[in-house]
Nanobody, 115 residues
Framework: LYLVESGGGLVQPGGSLRLLCLSSGFTLDDSAISWYRQAPGKVRALVARITNDGANTNVADSVKGRFTISRDIAKNTVYLQMNSLKPEDTAMYYC?????????WGQGTQVTVSS
């Protein structure tokens, strides 16, 4: 069982990125998935999460209106669409299995927002 993130990179302020979280060893129907981020010197913080049935999502206030979480069951993938990126969005982004109790984490993908 594992999770693998991809899609990070360097982007200018105002740009967009789409992060992917590929799951293996379990189905998305069975588990909520959460996206977290951690910037240097800061604690890891929730960005967005989606329930196992896809009916509910939760997005942090700091990214509300700019970031969207979605999923594709057939591809075992959860997406984090990030628009209007700001320098303060620079961080390592992780996906994890679960809503509040998180038992598996990916290795992370770096997002850098800079001109």
């Amino acid at each position: 069982l594992y999770l693998v993130e991809s899609g990070g990179g360097l982007v200018q302020p105002g740009g967009s990125l789409r992060l992917l979280c590929l799951s293996s060893g379990f189905t998305l129907d069975d588990s909520a998935i959460s996206w977290y981020r951690q910037a240097p010197g800061k604690v890891r913080a929730l960005v967005a999460r989606i329930t196992n049935d896809g009916a509910n999502t939760n997005v942090a206030d700091s990214v509300k209106g700019r970031f969207t979480i979605s999923r594709d069951i057939a591809k075992n993938t959860v997406y984090l669409q990030m628009n209007s990126l700001k320098p303060e969005d620079t961080a390592m982004y992780y996906c994890a299995r679960g809503w509040t109790t998180l038992d598996y984490w990916g290795q992370g993908t770096q997002v850098t927002v800079s001109s």
